[in-house]
């Protein structure tokens, strides 16, 4: 971007302005107002084409600007931005079920594996206890038998 002293518009614009405010200040002084107003004049009709060549070029790259966005928007408009590959969407779409897939068989022979390992461990407690029960009830004196003894007499 051009710094604004380097754009042709406001170089023009401040020239006029300064030839605007010398005509005045000639006006204002009536002994040589005379003299120079046909030579301001002349500045006056420079200024104004100046002026007027600055707001041609400012029109020519505004509808440049147009005109390029316009094709951009165009070009945008008439390319298709997206392309679907079937054999490539039905690959990805096995990849990705084949993916899902794994993950559950993973998921369930570790739920298997937790499920048969605490039923394995239930199991042997089981077993352990009536082991013990048993044991235990055949450690006990039949104090059973006694007690019927001693109601019969």
Do not use: W
Request: charged share 20%.
């Amino acid at each position: 971007m051009k710094p604004i002293s380097r754009h042709p518009l406001v170089r023009s614009t401040v020239f006029a302005a300064v030839l605007l405010g010398g005509h005045a200040a000639c006006q204002k002084n009536d002994a040589s107002a005379g003299q120079a107003t046909g030579k301001l004049d002349d500045i006056s009709q420079q200024a104004s084409q100046k002026l007027d060549q600055a707001a041609n070029y400012v029109g020519q790259q505004v509808d440049a600007a147009k005109a390029t966005a316009q094709q951009n928007i165009d070009a945008a408009a008439s390319d298709p931005s997206i392309n679907l590959d079937p054999g490539a969407l039905a690959s990805q779409v096995q990849a990705n079920l084949e993916g899902a897939a794994s993950a559950t068989n993973a998921a369930v022979n570790k739920a298997m594996s937790s499920t048969g390992a605490g039923l394995e461990s239930a199991g042997r407690k089981l077993q352990q206890r009536s082991s013990e029960a048993s044991s235990n009830s055949q450690s006990a004196p039949t104090d059973g038998g006694d007690a019927q003894k001693q109601m019969d007499k």
